[in-house]
């Protein structure tokens, strides 16, 4: 009898921590199942709109094997609409700010490369900020280019940032840092740019010695 008591009571405890907490287990495996269910909806989301962003951006490749500069930047137009958050985009604003360069139209490469700097980060990010510098030197907006080089962080970009930094500077009239930075652009160089960055620090040099007087 002790037995079937103790069986009783356990039956009715359990009654009683079903009545105090089973809406919260059932509200707990609810709320786990659709987590689940989130997760992986927003992971084949996720591939379903990296699928479809590499596909437009294999248009745009297709378009620059064609010379088909149009397709280019109406295509990169829509990826960058739809799919903005995409690696792809990125690629996309590059390509058609290269685009726009080749066709002279620099205000609207600056545009597609300022969407880069805003929206891209790492190399390509930085990579954006010095073609966006070089095209605001052009330009001569000096000090609007030297801001946007300060925001390139890797080292990889070392040579060129040192090189346009000193572009900048030898336009401002700044000879002595611009041959500096062209010497530290030159210590981080290789091969041909070498040759092309002591042509700079010639040309400086010549350009600083005093006029002879008879």
Request: aromatic share 6%.
């Amino acid at each position: 009898m002790d037995n079937y008591r103790s069986d009783d009571e356990q039956a009715e405890a359990l009654k009683r921590w079903w009545l105090e907490n089973g809406r919260a287990v059932v509200m707990g495996i609810v709320i786990g199942l659709a987590v689940v269910v989130g997760v992986r909806y927003w992971y084949q989301h996720q591939k379903d709109m990296s699928h479809n962003a590499s596909q437009l951006y294999a248009r745009i490749e297709q378009a620059l094997a064609k010379k088909d500069p149009e397709t280019v930047l109406v295509t990169g137009q829509l990826l960058i609409k739809d799919y903005g958050r995409t690696t792809y985009a990125v690629m996309a604003a590059m390509t058609m700010a290269k685009v726009e360069v080749d066709a002279g139209r620099n205000d609207r490469a600056k545009d597609h490369l300022q969407w880069v700097v805003d929206h891209a980060e790492g190399g390509m990010q930085d990579t954006a900020r010095i073609r966006l510098a070089r095209l605001l030197l052009n330009d001569n907006k000096l000090q609007e280019a030297s801001n946007l080089l300060k925001g390139i962080k890797s080292i990889a970009y070392a040579a060129d940032y040192n090189e346009l930094h000193a572009d900048i500077e030898l336009a401002k009239g700044n000879k002595t840092q611009a041959r500096e930075l062209y010497q530290l652009a030159l210590n981080g160089s290789t091969g041909l740019l070498r040759d092309f960055l002591q042509m700079k620090i010639d040309n400086i040099a010549v350009d600083s010695k005093p006029t002879e007087t008879k």
